[in-house]
């Protein structure tokens, strides 16, 4: 029963959904185990790209089932764009199951985000105020609404009308805006459950049925470790957690059922929003990191910082996830640069830091440790074989591998299905 789950091993944008696309052919079942629609991933499958925010990237294997699980917070008028938006490139949905215990982003999550955001002036985190923070909110103060209580009008409604007499007091008393009316939200909402509905299923049963059977099962985590809620830098972290570990609790499996974990790295390291990045480059690097890798937000086009790929970080992805293998996106970015640069740990003072610090104040004032490696000019995104690639570039990535402690299974080439080169079958 093999089963494989997927994380980012940075700050997100790693480039998962290629990696999920790719691996997908030989899996059975595709599960999105967290994160809601502040998520992107981008696959190109020959001449057509599709975005994607809440589906798994497996969808676009016709024979494949795709779950979005209960760890997920959806939005349902978002999950329905996007459904519209595969039916227009002519990709059919109907395995797409949803589980019942999946919380539902309401229209109050959304302004919430937005007034709470704005009123932090200098100190806001960067949310894509998309609402899926208050959605978590509300699922961890016991408040939220499931998709099950979608389904169920009368449940639906008396959840809504319980739930505005506090927001709206919220609005109107301490933001000073417009509350929301309680029908005219339990209509809306009555209109997407009713489109939704066929996709409903216990999808813990599912996946647990699957492995069972000795089919095969893919993992696809949203963000990355370093916007994990617990173990990311932290406030500027998402809400949910990208790590390995929340699988588990965002599919309803046991750990035991988890065979290999394989974490998607850049590279190089981007970022998006606020907070510390120590290998930030802003000099004619960086701008070529940014412009050859094409570094815009997915779900919000927001420009990405570049820098050097850091060793601290990758160190610290394998221990808190596990990792059993990494794949490496993106080296055909670096192709051009006479020197590369990997960060191997922080220096702060006088004391070098080897692991990834807890405290913001400490990351902010940590300044790289590099070591230099030559760079290639050849091209790469042809290389069908590991020896197919410079002396040069096969150097940097058995570099990235011993510095990180995990074998590299997967290499990235360039933005298409067919450019990757697979040094190890995970399935």
């Known amino acids: 029963m093999p089963s494989v789950v997927l994380i980012g091993g940075q700050w997100g944008d790693e480039g998962k959904g290629k990696v999920t696309d790719f691996l997908a052919e030989k899996a059975d079942i595709v599960v999105r185990y967290q994160g809601g629609n502040n998520a992107g991933h981008t696959v190109v499958v020959g001449e057509k790209e599709f975005k994607l925010h809440l589906i798994p990237s ?24 996007e459904l519209e938006y595969l039916a227009e490139k002519g990709i059919n949905t109907d395995n797409l199951r949803i589980s019942e215990r999946a919380h539902i982003i309401m229209p109050y999550h959304k302004r919430l985000d937005e007034v709470i955001e704005e009123g932090k002036g200098a100190g806001k985190i960067g949310t894509t105020k998309r609402g899926i923070g208050p959605a978590y909110m509300d699922k961890a103060a016991r408040v939220g609404i499931r998709f099950v209580d979608l389904l169920d009008k009368e449940v639906f409604s008396t959840l809504v009308k319980s739930n505005l007499e506090e927001k709206n007091m919220l609005f109107t008393k301490i933001y000073d805006t417009e509350g929301f009316d309680a029908d005219a939200v339990i209509e809306e909402y009555t209109a997407y459950a009713d489109r939704l509905r066929k996709y409903a299923a216990d999808t813990s049963i599912l996946i647990y049925d699957v492995l069972q059977a000795g089919d095969n099962v893919l993992f696809e985590g949203a963000q990355g470790t370093l916007l994990d809620l617990d173990h990311g830098t932290y406030p500027y972290v998402t809400s949910s957690h990208p790590i390995a570990g929340a699988a588990c609790i965002g599919a309803g499996l046991g750990p035991t059922e988890i065979n290999k974990v394989i974490g998607i790295i850049k590279a190089y390291t981007t970022r998006v929003g606020e907070g510390p990045f120590p290998t930030e480059l802003e000099n004619e690097a960086g701008q070529h990191l940014a412009a050859k890798g094409h570094e815009f937000g997915t779900t919000t086009g927001r420009p990405r910082r570049c820098g050097w790929f850091d060793a601290v970080i990758s160190r610290y992805t394998a221990r808190t996830s596990g990792l059993t293998s990494m794949a490496i996106t993106k080296l055909d970015v670096l192709t051009g640069l006479d020197t590369l640069r990997i960060c191997t740990g922080y220096k702060r ?17 940590c300044e790289p440790v590099y070591e230099e490696m030559p760079g290639w000019t050849e091209d790469i995104t042809n290389a069908a074989r590991f020896d197919d690639l410079p002396e040069a570039a096969q150097n940097y990535l058995n570099r990235l591998s011993q510095l990180t402690g995990v074998p590299i299974a997967i290499i990235g080439v360039g933005s298409r299905r067919s450019q990757t080169l697979i040094l190890d079958n995970l399935f």
């Open 349 to 365: 003072g006088n004391e070098v830091i080897r692991d990834f610090p807890a405290s913001l104040k400490v990351l902010a004032e």
């Open 58 to 81: 497996g969808i676009l294997y016709a024979d494949k089932t795709c779950i979005i699980g209960n760890g997920v917070v959806i939005d349902p008028a978002v999950l329905i764009q």
